[in-house]
Nanobody, 123 residues
Framework: VQLQASGGGLVQAGGSLRLSCAAS????????MAWFRQAPGKEREFVSA????????YYADSVKGRFTISRDNAKNTVYLQMNSLKPEDTAVYYC?????????????????WGQGTQVTVSS
């Protein structure tokens, strides 16, 4: 399984970005996918997750109402639409595929990770 994240960049506060994560290997639609982020000096934290069918989504409180996760199983791709970005959203964003049972919010349940894409929000 390989995950390739893209779409990061530099944006002003209040702006928008859309991240993409293309997966190869495995049966994409069978697995939940998630986005995590890691800011300098901080631990990697949960951002959002989506079940394999796309029927259920989960969000961290800090991004609820601003970010939207979606997936296109025909394209083996998961997206993260980020609106109303804030400087505190600055981080490397990682996509991940859920591998083990457990909470969708727990990074230990994800066994495959992409390489990360940098998002920088200027004030």
């Amino acid at each position: 399984v390989q995950l390739q994240a893209s779409g990061g960049g530099l944006v002003q506060a209040g702006g928008s970005l859309r991240l993409s994560c293309a997966a190869s290997g495995g049966t994409f639609s069978s697995y939940a996918m998630a986005w995590f982020r890691q800011a300098p000096g901080k631990e990697r934290e949960f951002v959002s997750a989506i079940r394999g069918s796309g029927g259920s989504t989960y969000y961290a409180d800090s991004v609820k109402g601003r970010f939207t996760i979606s997936r296109d199983n025909a394209k083996n791709t998961v997206y993260l639409q980020m609106n109303s970005l804030k400087p505190e959203d600055t981080a490397v964003y990682y996509c991940a595929r859920r591998t083990y049972s457990g909470s969708y919010y727990n990074r230990d349940t994800y066994g495959y990770w992409g390489q990360g894409t940098q998002v920088t929000v200027s004030s």
